[in-house]
């Protein structure tokens, strides 16, 4: 299974650059890497979405280094309405998508 | 997501009463998937499909089935219901152009 890696939790304060990070371990060569971000008693939403180097809209940034092992999600200048869980994900196996843990994003004012 | 609905929203059962919560989407998306999610383990995949009839097995697959009878209804049953499954159950429609999926809002099921 495609299970990637994060962090379990991270805090940070309104304003603040905050940068999230994966391992994509065993991705392959036509994955894409996907982040989705999950608010309280919601379905994960889809953030953004890149394949390499990096991808900008307008809710955040996307970094994948040369290798696709790893890929940095930027969530620029943070306010409390960002706290939420993030989800990394890239489909390895094809047909199933596998999520890992996700990070928990505290924002504090 | 408007495109994706879930019923029903909230069901509470006894254990051993068979349970089944549907997932209904209108974008015609070949692909859709069954997850739960419980505190302290993200979202776990249940069962998937990848069009009418055709599905397979996640993660945690035990005590579950689906089925798949036509493009816009995904249905999860739960046989004999166990307090173990007392879980938020999304479904998801995935987008195999963008590779997006899109969630449907939820079903808390809790199991007496």
């Known amino acids: 299974l495609a299970k990637t890696t994060q962090p379990i939790s991270m805090d940070s304060y309104e304003g603040q650059e905050v940068n999230i990070t994966c391992s994509h371990n065993n991705i392959a060569t036509n994955d894409y890497i996907t982040w989705y971000q999950q608010f309280p008693s919601q379905g994960p939403r889809f953030i953004i979405q890149g394949y390499k180097t990096k991808v900008t809209n307008e809710v955040a940034s996307l970094f994948i280094p040369a290798d696709r092992k790893s890929s940095t999600l930027s969530l620029p200048r943070v306010s409390l309405s960002d706290t939420a869980v993030y989800y990394c994900?890239?489909?390895?196996?094809?047909?199933?998508?596998?999520f890992g843990g996700g990070t928990r994003l505290m924002v504090k004012p | 997501d408007a495109g994706i609905t879930q019923s029903p929203r909230h069901k509470v059962t006894e254990t051993g009463t068979p349970v089944t919560l549907r997932c209904h989407q209108t974008e015609n998306h070949r692909y859709m998937y069954w997850y739960r999610q419980d505190p302290g383990h993200g979202l776990r995949l249940i069962h998937y499909s990848y069009g009418v009839k055709d599905t397979d097995k996640g993660e945690v697959s035990d005590g579950y089935s689906v089925s798949r009878s036509k493009t816009e209804d995904f249905l999860l049953t739960l046989e004999s219901a166990t307090s173990s499954q007392t879980s938020v159950y999304f479904c998801?429609?995935?987008?195999?152009?963008?590779?997006?999926?899109?969630f449907g809002p939820g079903t808390r099921l809790t199991v007496l």
């Open positions: 994900l890239n489909n390895n196996a094809g047909n199933m998508l596998t």
């Open positions: 998801a429609m995935r987008d195999r152009v963008t590779d997006t999926q899109y």
